[in-house]
């Protein structure tokens, strides 16, 4: 008999802590190891219509990304949306999806090992059944959980994890921590952590790349119209800035940043003109009031997108500054960015080891 493949369920302690970019980059180093990988996420959350069908894009992306064949997905069990929450809460759906769970897993090998993408966090799941932990039990996965780094406070929240995971619970992947608190966190962090045994496998920097957004996520966030250079759509954005000064301020201002998204009035010409000669990816109009001709002339000369939006200034600058962070990394340049990283700050020795898997015996 085969042995079935062992199940490494990566989670974390909120949304967007950074699971898809810690399976990315994983994937990439596993699969440089000759190891045969699998991927799946038991719970979709990032659904969409696709031919008529409902497809997990997390799911399609990483699986198109890593390369993988068809017997190397794993389905996913529930999609978690209004919906089905919906019919749960009412006692429609009175479903075992642990049951169901372990008959999917049960009937399929996938490989020497599955990475699993757990819920957004612990509690996730829970009115399933299906919660980082009930998934790690029905399928007898280890834990590998991501955060983010905010203030030296995230060691509360790993060691409640810690004593909810026990010991399913890896290591951890701490994410995305300015530069300037780099060596905080490795001399501070990461010793107290493995002293409560909780390894720390990898402390990713943060990335203005990974945080950044492109033209097009904003144009469908703002519901824009594009003015002008609708081919320059996937132009990345790291940075706002908001063109409400006189002149010379913006001026001085914008020069200090780089590849940003400026709002400003549409009647605001002077700090459109300063937005335009400066590291500005688009600019983004409020008020539905259109530029004058040589503003539009001088983006198409410098490619850069003009979009316009039916808010006011505030609306738009809350929700651009809500997409940053919170956006999936389903461009090339962040697929290489998080492989990068996870080469350079990731310790997959020590991942595999404590899996106790031997790599080389993957390539027998």
Avoid: W
């Avoid at 959350?45 to 990483?62: P, R």
């Avoid at 759906?93 to 897993?105: E, I, M, N, V």
């Avoid at 966090?121 to 955060?147: C, I, R």
């Avoid at 008020?287 to 738009?316: C, K, M, W, Y």
Wanted: charged content about 20%; overall charge negative; aromatic content about 4%.
């Amino acid at each position: 008999m085969p042995k079935s493949a062992k199940y490494l369920l990566i989670g974390s302690t909120k949304p967007y802590c950074g699971k898809s970019a810690t399976v990315l980059g994983l994937s990439y180093q596993l699969q440089h190891k000759g190891l045969d990988i699998a991927y799946g996420k038991p719970l979709g959350t990032c659904l969409s219509q696709s031919g008529g069908t409902v497809v997990e894009e997390d799911v399609q992306f990483i699986t198109h990304s890593l390369n993988l064949p068809k017997n190397r997905i794993v389905p996913t069990t529930l999609a978690l949306n209004e919906a089905t929450v919906q019919k749960r809460l009412q006692g429609q759906d009175k479903t075992d999806y642990q049951k169901f769970l372990a008959q999917q897993y049960s009937q399929k090998l996938f490989g020497d090992l599955v990475l699993l993408e757990g819920p957004g966090n612990l509690e996730e799941g829970s009115l399933f059944d299906l919660s980082l932990l009930q998934v790690a039990e029905v399928v007898d996965a280890a834990v590998l959980l991501v955060a983010r780094y905010k203030s030296l406070l995230l060691v509360e929240a790993l060691l409640s994890a810690k004593q909810r995971l026990d010991n399913r619970l890896l290591g951890v992947v701490i994410n995305d921590i300015p530069a300037e608190q780099l060596q905080a966190v490795n001399t501070t962090i990461r010793p107290f952590l493995e002293q409560q045994g909780i390894p720390v496998l990898g402390m990713l920097p943060k990335s203005d790349l990974l945080r950044s957004v492109s033209v097009r996520e904003l144009v469908n966030q703002l519901n824009a119209e594009v003015l002008c250079c609708g081919d320059r759509l996937d132009l990345m954005v790291e940075s706002l800035a908001i063109g409400a000064m006189n002149v010379n301020a913006a001026v001085k201002y914008f020069r200090m940043r780089r590849n940003m998204a400026v709002v400003t009035g549409g009647d605001r010409v002077e700090i459109q003109q300063a937005a335009l000669e400066t590291s500005t990816q688009c600019l983004i109009l409020t008020g539905q009031l259109p530029p004058p001709s040589f503003i539009l002339n001088r983006a198409e000369e410098l490619e850069i997108p003009i979009l316009s939006v039916d808010l006011d200034t505030l609306t738009t600058v809350e929700i651009i500054d809500r997409t940053f962070g919170t956006v999936r990394v389903h461009e090339p340049m962040k697929v290489e960015c998080i492989r990068h990283l996870m080469t350079q700050h990731f310790d997959v020795d020590r991942l595999l080891a404590l899996l106790n898997f031997n790599p080389a015996a993957a390539l027998s």
